[in-house]
């Protein structure tokens, strides 16, 4: 995608250039991730991204506010994929993990939210972030509801943060473990949260 800027096309679109700054980031982790980095990755030379982001830093704040956005923008192109809505919360679970499909990726990306701890500036996306994974959660566990996939009565706000922090933690344990894919440890543990909430024999969980 070719953009213009000050009267200037520009080859290489931002998104894309995230998306690599993404790609490098859970390939060598923070001590790795440079702008020369990035740049080998959509073949620029760093000039053109310090033009674009100012710094390192810089792209790293551009970075969490992308990443912000898509976590707004997924559910719903992934809701529109599946016929049930637990079956869109597996594959919507399993896509915002997607990136962390070995344990080193885990680690590295694991120590990049460290840093968006500590740091105000990346705090802020990295918050915006997981609330509005909180709300898609929240959204698809009461659709769930109403059409039967979930018991009558359901705390959906409740579930919900168990559901996130389930997703979380067995991230971790998997990286620990090293026992199977991710995906897998992933559907295996939101069954294991899901299935009191659910009628006696309905299972809503996709496996695609």
């Known amino acids: 995608m070719e953009v ?7 080859g290489v679109d931002d998104a894309v250039i995230l998306r690599a700054a993404a790609e490098v980031m859970g390939r060598v982790g923070p001590a790795g991730l440079t702008l020369a980095a990035v740049a080998r990755e959509v073949g620029l030379v760093p000039g053109t991204l310090i033009q674009r982001f100012g710094s390192k830093s810089g ?17 719903e192109r992934v809701r529109a994929e599946h016929e049930t809505a ?25 120590a990049f939210l460290c840093t968006d701890l500590a740091d105000p500036q990346l705090y802020e996306p990295a918050l ?21 996939e979930l018991n009558a009565g359901t705390n959906v706000a409740v579930l919900a943060g168990s559901v996130q922090a389930i997703t979380a933690g067995a991230g971790l344990v998997w990286a620990l473990e090293r ?30």
């Not at 213009?4 to 520009?10: E, H, I, Y």
Request: no cysteine.
């Open 4 to 10: 213009t800027v000050a009267g200037r096309p520009r």
């Open 59 to 75: 792209l790293l704040v551009a970075l969490a506010e992308q990443s912000a956005k898509d976590a707004d923008a997924l559910p």
């Open 86 to 110: 637990l079956g869109a919360l597996a594959a919507l679970v399993v896509r915002w993990l997607a990136p962390m499909d070995t344990p080193e990726r885990f680690a590295n990306h694991l």
């Open 128 to 148: 915006a972030a997981h609330l509005a994974q909180r709300r898609a959660i929240e959204s698809l566990l009461a659709e769930a509801v109403a059409a039967g």
């Open 179 to 208: 026992r199977g894919a991710l995906a897998q440890r992933l559907r295996h543990e939101l069954r294991a949260v899901l299935t009191p909430h659910m009628p006696p024999g309905h299972d809503d969980l996709e496996q695609s």
